[in-house]
């Protein structure tokens, strides 16, 4: 189990500005509200899993990047390895699709500053 860090607010805040550069083109997601956003703050999905399960226990699926859910009878799309347009197609094509998303994932800026109002209401 890897170590817990913690910091301060302040710190992350400083953390996050420097490296905004450096993430131009990711997705964002709001781990407060379980929000997953493009880039250009579309609202992707909303990810909710009422079984709760952990990546690590669903099957190892043929179709790389997906695993298997035994609790809800679902595939489960890993985003790590997605391009944004790919998750956005996906989501399209089935908006109940299930979606893991990872906080240390390299195509994902975790940010709790994402609007929520009017203009996003627009669902993909």
């Not at 302040?10 to 996050?16: A, N």
């Not at 964002?28 to 709760?52: A, R, S, Y």
């Not at 089935?94 to 990872?102: A, E, G, K």
């Not at 195509?107 to 203009?119: A, E, R, V």
């Amino acid at each position: 189990m890897a170590p817990t860090l913690k910091f301060s607010f302040t710190q992350i805040l400083s953390h996050r500005t420097l490296l905004v550069s450096s993430m131009a083109g990711r997705m964002k997601f709001n781990p407060q509200t379980n929000q997953l956003f493009t880039d250009d703050g579309v609202l992707i999905k909303v990810l909710q899993c009422p079984e709760q399960q952990q990546w690590e226990q669903m099957q190892i699926s043929t179709s790389s990047p997906q695993r298997y859910c035994d609790e809800c009878s679902r595939t489960v799309l890993d985003t790590s390895s997605m391009k944004e347009d790919d998750v956005v197609v996906a989501v399209r094509a089935d908006p109940s699709t299930c979606l893991c998303v990872s906080m240390r994932q390299a195509n994902i800026q975790i940010t709790p500053f994402i609007s929520t109002g009017p203009s996003d209401a627009t669902n993909l």
